[in-house]
């Protein structure tokens, strides 16, 4: 069973910061994955915050993060991170964890998801 299952949510002040992190599990190879974080607070359409590539060299960001989460991944441990810092209460949100993985022999990428971790900033 591929599994991703994500951590670290809770509640945190305005300013704040959390570190959210997401395991996966029965993957062939976690390293060939691309990976992404997206959010999608309630009443609103499910955004996309953070990627990082397989080999984890390159990196991108929402405009509404940039300067403030970082997200990185240990293959090692078949895991990736989002650090949070200089949180608002506009990033309150249910987080995902994205597995992606394509090749031009592919008709449509593997695509995984978590079930998500609850962030919820408020003083």
């Known amino acids: 069973q591929v599994q991703l299952v994500e951590s670290g949510g809770g509640l945190v002040q305005p300013g704040g910061s959390v570190r959210l992190s997401c395991v996966a599990s029965?993957?062939?190879?976690?390293?060939?994955?691309?990976m992404r974080w997206h959010r999608q607070a309630p009443g609103k359409e499910r955004e996309w915050v953070a990627y990082?590539?397989?080999?984890?060299?390159?990196?991108n960001y929402a405009d509404s993060v940039k300067g403030r989460f970082t997200i990185s991944r240990d293959d090692a441990k078949n895991t990736v991170y989002l650090q949070m810092n200089s949180l608002e209460p506009e990033d309150t949100a249910v987080y995902y964890c994205?597995?992606?993985?394509?090749?031009?022999?592919?008709?449509?990428?593997?695509?995984?998801w978590g079930r998500g971790t609850q962030v919820t900033v408020s003083s």
């Open positions: 029965g993957f062939s190879s976690f390293t060939i994955y691309a």
């Open positions: 990082i590539s397989s080999g984890g060299s390159n990196t």
């Open positions: 994205h597995a992606q993985y394509f090749s031009s022999s592919m008709r449509r990428p593997y695509d995984y």
